[in-house]
């Protein structure tokens, strides 16, 4: 249930206390029942739990599947009524397709669907609260607005909460608002216009405290939370079938109405030709015809295939949850992709050290030991003895630090705990290899945390060897140097003047708008016992804190993934933008999307600036636009909504919470397995197991190799069945002008053979056949490019009329070119025996041709040994029927003489040279179009 709720930032605590009916004493168990019942659990339900039978059902919801169903009835119908039980053969063979293409997609759907089915996990925790003025743990579902909440380092914020008391608290929002860094909390209350991610009197629900303790109020609770707001957003949007079931839907339907054509029109003619008379054999004929028509292992096929491209994309770790996204992937023209932990490692990383006397470089990434401190402009690591200034500064970040790491072996990241600015300085000294060195040289006496008013950490330290005193201090390098009088240079104290400090000032900033690094600075005291003393009594860090000695600062940042900027090139080779889309500040985003390779070619819009553009404007600006910053999960979905309303097919990447309406809405969402909530899991169409933004990539282009290979085997199995049908068609009205006699050429259990055994290999084959050459170079498909182009059609049709031409002068040559001959006293075995070899030899032909944009008799075709495999074993199984004595029974068919299929192979001739010509003078000119490189890298 959603209700109205407080709004509090922008409101003082007492007034919050009225508004909702409590106190600072907390709430007694009438008020609790009260709320309850008016606002319900904490919780968040998932909705429909995961149910196999409706996913098995969902199976046979393709016009392609029912018209095969219809097929299987229709065949069984025809056998009813002509009394005929070796029909029932064919109709089982028609089931087991239709309940294999079934199996495949349930297998894969329902999986996929119980690997993630995980949406309350981020809410179930136990929380302390104040009521009828006493400490309280309960269950995190039955807090309810109005409770007083207890806080502490560590927490998951369990609901929407208005800070009452803080200290020193410390949220990493991430998850909500793709802020990189720590959000400091505080009591005051705000503007009503400020935004959501600088609401820090705010603690949201889903949000983690990493540092700090402190008491909140409970405002929100539930589906009325913000995290609350997103999930039932979800529900509202609603999923819009994907392109190539679009396109299987159409085609599905233009199927339908050929194969009722040509089933009507040949019962009209074959009435018109015999008569009345024969009315029932004449319909069951034009149905079993129809049935002919009818591609029964399209479906199969198609499922097969993209169950293969998802196994393959399986393996470099990602997760497919529905089967089509796997073709939609590689029809995308625009990938919208959150940073923070997408594009970066979501790990803050010291780049940068500045003394006076020297600037050094910090390699490696995240939170790891990977790095090394080399000396700038120098790629050569630094001595393992380190200059004053340096191992001072690398002390200061060791000792004035409340965070933990945990090494847990050679290849495993650090087990952390604390702020990730102050982890990022403990991987720094791990990189110096320094911090044992370092604890066994000083004892921590006193630690002044990090307050929000000065702006600085201080701690005590005592040396073990000579007992000597230093204060030691990091924080806002302009606020610290305030406070010094000195520099560190060459392990000497040097005066540091007004001039001096500006210099340090100016070079700071450079780093900042650079590189949007973060600085923070380092300095330190020798203090003698006396003073000391006076500070561990008092505890009072102003005794001491002026005439510090500066020792320099370093820059940090949430890095890039190595891998962003590669699969970025890449993506824009194949024509494909890239939009970053975060919730963190202009200047990180523009120095982050520099690094990357991600430029546009307009100035950054933020989230303010979206707020007052109408969505006409937006949807012209995402034309152009490549980084939007400082925005809100709403924003996302309308620069989404804006995207696809210019007929965009768009990839939304992210992680956190507030990313889960843009990625249901988008045409595939795609989810971190690492760093993902399982919110945004829940709306994803794929799961990036280890959260690489490049395997992104490797799925599009496998993407794009399914489409090609959907296009090749829709070409063959359709070609195939054109083939049959004008097969069937001429020889049966060549059989009434000539013979004044209804002559089947071909049996439906002939027919339904090649259908399902011999076409069904080369067709899956087809489907799993190694890329075209320079596939990534191409540029994206216009998305409303047909499934079957005129081209294909056309070429569909000619190869019917040359396969047709070709049986027909099979089936004369059979017969001696006699026209005279009395045909009803034949037996016709041998004849349909020619023509069902003639047709499978035509087909695998046509499938060779079809297999690469390149001549048949390239050497490239014979590389793609699956293919070849599938043709030699849909020749022995054409073998098997002709020769095999209980094959030839049940398929009813003759043993072929050498002349036979010295015949058949010179009717081949002309669908051979039909193939070249075409694939000359039509899919040449056509493959050269679609190649353009693309290329616009900062």
Known sequence: MILKMVVAYNKTIENLYMELDTSDRGLNSIDVEKALEKYGRNELETGEKVNPIKIFLSQFKDLLVIILIVAGIITASIGIIEGNQSVLIEVIAIVVVILL????????????????????????SEIIVIRNNEKVKIKSEYLVPGDIVLLEAGNIIPADIRLIKG???????????????????????????????????????????????????????????????????????????????????????????????IALIMFII??????????????????????????????????LSLAIGVTKIARKNALIRKLPAMEVLGSSTIISTDKTGT?????????????????????GTGYLNLGFIVKAYSAKQIESTYKPELESLIEIATLANEASVEFQGEDNPYKIFGDPTEVALLILAEKAQTIDYIKNKWNIEYLFPFDSNRKRMSVICKSKKTGDHQIMIKGALDILLDYCNFELENGEKKPLSAEGKEKIIKISERFSENFAYRILGFALRDIDEREANDLLNKKDKNLVEDKLTFVGFVGMIDPARESSRPAVIKAKKAGIRVIMITGDHMT???????????????????????????????????????????????????????????DDIVIMTGDGVNDAPALKRADVGVAMGITGTD????????????????????AVEEGRKIYDNIKKFINYLLSANSGEVLTVITIVLFGFIFFNHNILPILAIQLLYINLVTDTFPALALGISPPEVGLMQ??????GEPLMSK?????????????????????????NFNLAIDIQIIDLTRQRTIIFAALVIFQLTQCLSVSQSTTIFSTKIFKNKILIGATFLAIILLLFAIYIPFMQIFIKTFPLTLLDWFMIMICTIPIILFEELYERLVLKPQDELLREEIVEIC
């Not at 600088?198 to 939370?225: D, P, Q, W």
């Not at 034009?286 to 028509?293: K, P, T």
């Not at 191409?778 to 998305?783: A, T, V």
């Open 588 to 646: 990180t985003a523009k120095a982050i999307g520099k690094e990357i390779g991600i430029c546009s070619k307009t100035e950054p819009i933020t989230g303010a600036m979206l707020d007052k553009m109408p969505d006409e404007e937006l949807e012209d600006l995402v034309k152009e636009v490549e980084i939007f910053a400082r925005v809100d999960p709403s924003h996302k979905l309308r620069i989404i909504n804006a995207l696809k309303k210019n």
């Open 791 to 815: 081209q294909m059609i056309i070429f569909i049709i000619l190869f019917g009329v040359i396969n047709a031409f070709g049986c027909t002068i099979l089936f004369l040559w059979s017969l």
């Open 778 to 783: 191409r540029k994206p498909r216009d998305p």
């Open 679 to 698: 919110v945004a899991k829940e709306a994803s169409d794929m799961i990036l197991i280890d959260d690489n933004f490049a395997n992104i990539i490797e």
């Open 167 to 261: 200290y020193e608290i410390n949220i990493n929002e991430a998850i909500l608002t793709g802020e990189s860094l720590s959000v400091r909390k505080d009591t005051l209350s705000l503007p009503e216009e400020t935004i959501l991610a600088e609401r820090k009197n705010m603690l949201y629900k889903g949000t983690v405290i990493s540092s700090g303790s402190g008491k909140g109020l409970v405002v929100a609770t539930g589906f009325n939370t913000e995290l609350g707001k997103i999930a039932t957003s979800l529900s509202d949007i609603k999923r819009e079938d994907t392109p190539i079931q679009k396109k299987i839907k159409h085609l599905a339907k233009q199927l339908t109405y050929f194969i009722v054509t």
């Open 270 to 303: 074959e009435l018109i030709l015999v008569g009345i008379d024969e009315f029932t054999e004449l319909l069951i004929f034009s149905i079993g015809l129809a049935v002919a028509a009818v591609p029964e292992g399209l479906p199969a096929v198609m499922t």
């Open 343 to 363: 594009l970066t490692k979501n790990e803050m990383t010291v780049r940068l050290i500045w003394t006076s006397t020297q600037q050094y470089n910090v390699t």
């Open 101 to 124: 293409n079934a199996g495949l997609g349930f297998h894969q759907e329902y999986s996929a669907e119980k690997a993630i089915e995980s949406l309350k996990n981020l809410s179930k």
